[in-house]
């Protein structure tokens, strides 16, 4: 159940929050930037060099979809996905956004890309010493070898959310968006899926699936222990709207 809400401005445009030090860090995908959120907002921390122009950095809208965090006990042990390590006239949301093996993973202690040749990555992770993440535009997940990201497996949808259990990585999919299709070259968006795959991180081998047949997208997953969830809080058969506002936007502040 939720326990506090705090509001941000919209131009944040929160992507992934990871935990930091003790301190919930998020990324500001609308000011290509790493913020640290505490009671009275959200402060920049980190950015990566190429957004800087004459010195300056460049936080005034969105030019490169810095969208996740492999989060490390630090910012600078930590990692961090783009689609684009360039600033051009371009932006995302553009039909025109380049992409194709255009996408990044940055190093917090460098500020500079690591890996490249990715297609629009998400979900970044630090899971055994190695970092984990999405390459959604081709439906792949993997892990990063050197300076190359090396698949694991090819799954039906965009891969986007990511948590492990062991040695078994759950990993989410969705539809590609018709209007989007151009930011998945590797997919065939009539046959992409909405779910969420259980995947052996050893042997690539896809142990189960959760497939929703008219689901469309899934943007972040977690696990927690069954000890501390008896499931859903209702189900989608039976909604209430009145019930749904109070469970997720009802708080009382201080007088």
Request: net charge positive.
């Amino acid at each position: 159940m939720p326990v506090r809400s705090q509001f941000l401005p919209g131009a944040t445009y929160l992507h992934d929050l990871s935990v930091m030090g003790g301190v919930l860090h998020g990324n500001s995908v609308g000011q290509n930037a790493i913020v640290r959120i505490g009671e009275h907002g959200a402060e920049r921390v980190w950015w990566p060099l190429c957004i800087e122009v004459g010195g300056r950095p460049i936080f005034s809208r969105n030019h490169i979809q810095l969208n996740s965090i492999a989060g490390g006990p630090d910012v600078s042990s930590s990692y961090f996905t783009a689609s684009t390590d360039r600033i051009t006239s371009r932006v995302p949301g553009h039909r025109n956004f380049p992409v194709d093996k255009r996408g990044v993973l940055f190093s917090g202690l460098t500020r500079e890309p690591v890996v490249r040749g990715l297609t629009r990555p998400h979900t970044a992770r630090l899971h055994d010493g190695s970092v984990w993440l999405d390459n959604s535009g081709y439906g792949e997940f993997g892990a990063i070898e050197g300076e190359n990201f090396v698949p694991v497996v090819r799954l039906p949808g965009w891969t986007r959310g990511l948590t492990f259990h062991r040695n078994v990585a759950f990993v989410g999919t969705s539809r590609v968006i018709p209007r989007y299709r151009q930011y998945a070259p590797g997919l065939e968006t009539e046959t992409s899926l909405c779910g969420v795959h259980a995947v052996d991180t050893a042997s690539g081998r896809v142990l189960g699936s959760v497939v929703w047949p008219a689901g469309n997208q899934i943007f972040a997953l977690d696990w927690i222990a069954g000890r501390v969830s008896y499931g859903f809080p209702f189900q989608a058969s039976s909604r209430n709207p009145t019930r749904d506002r109070d469970l997720f936007f009802r708080f009382v502040t201080a007088k």
